[in-house]
């Protein structure tokens, strides 16, 4: 069935440093989407990329669309404390109906 | 706007017995998502409605789990009879349909012992 894989499972990093996580798929996909989840929190969506090759930025977020729509990324620009937590990507499942499969996440944790 | 609401938050059951998980999606959103999350499996979708219909249930594990959506306001999940394995959170999100981003409720934390 229809598989997203993100890598890597887990990153440390020192506060101020990047991070990148990546997401890559068999298939082409339609679109992708982003979500963080917070530590004891619940799935808050982030954004949707659709065309190949997009490029889009929330502040010190960096969303990338691959050109094959098969691969995405998402770049964080000097962490912060705040940024902690599980970042999925999610691809459509199959479905006309909006249904989605996640990643396994990338799971933050950043040290001050 | 109230976001996605689901109850109980935490449950806490023996196991065999029924468990009911309740959620009432954003009003007007027309797709509702049933999932579970397990640090083995991740997020896993388990069912989701269109328009109060049940589209596709191939991710409920077996017989046990039973879903429905009377209406557009409420969803439930029920675990009957319940299993020690069935311990997870369960989320549930509504979206207004291709392709927007879901907007998931706080979960319900299932302990079953």
């Known amino acids: 069935g229809q598989q997203v894989m993100q890598i890597p499972q887990y990153q440390h990093v020192q506060e101020g440093e990047d991070f990148t996580t990546y997401c890559n798929s068999s298939t082409t996909l339609s679109n992708i989407q982003w979500y963080k989840q917070r530590p004891g929190g619940h799935p808050v969506f982030l954004i949707q990329?659709?065309?190949?090759?997009e490029v889009k930025k929330q502040k010190r977020l960096t969303f990338q669309f691959g050109e094959a729509k098969k691969n995405s990324s998402l770049h964080i620009t000097a962490t912060q404390t705040t940024d902690v937590g599980t970042y999925f990507c999610?691809?459509?499942?199959?479905?006309?109906?909006?249904?989605?499969?996640f990643g396994k996440g990338t799971k933050l944790s950043v040290k001050p | 706007d109230a976001g996605v609401i689901q109850s109980p938050r935490h449950e806490v059951t023996e196991m065999g017995q029924e468990v009911t998980l309740r959620c009432k999606p954003i009003?007007?959103?027309?797709?509702l998502f049933w999932y579970r999350q397990t640090m083995m499996r991740g997020l896993e979708l388990l069912i989701y409605f269109n328009n109060n219909v049940p589209i596709d249930d191939s991710g409920m594990p077996e017989d046990r789990f039973s879903a429905k959506m009377p209406n557009a306001s409420f969803s439930t999940l029920k675990i009957q009879p319940s299993e020690p394995r069935d311990s997870a959170v369960y989320f549930c999100?509504?979206?207004?349909?291709?392709?927007?981003?879901?907007?998931f409720g706080s979960g319900t934390r299932l302990t079953v012992v």
């Open positions: 009003s007007g959103h027309n797709s």
């Open positions: 999610a691809g459509p499942g199959g479905g006309s109906q909006g249904n989605l499969i």
């Open positions: 990329l659709v065309k190949s090759g």
């Open positions: 999100a509504s979206s207004l349909g291709v392709p927007t981003g879901y907007t």
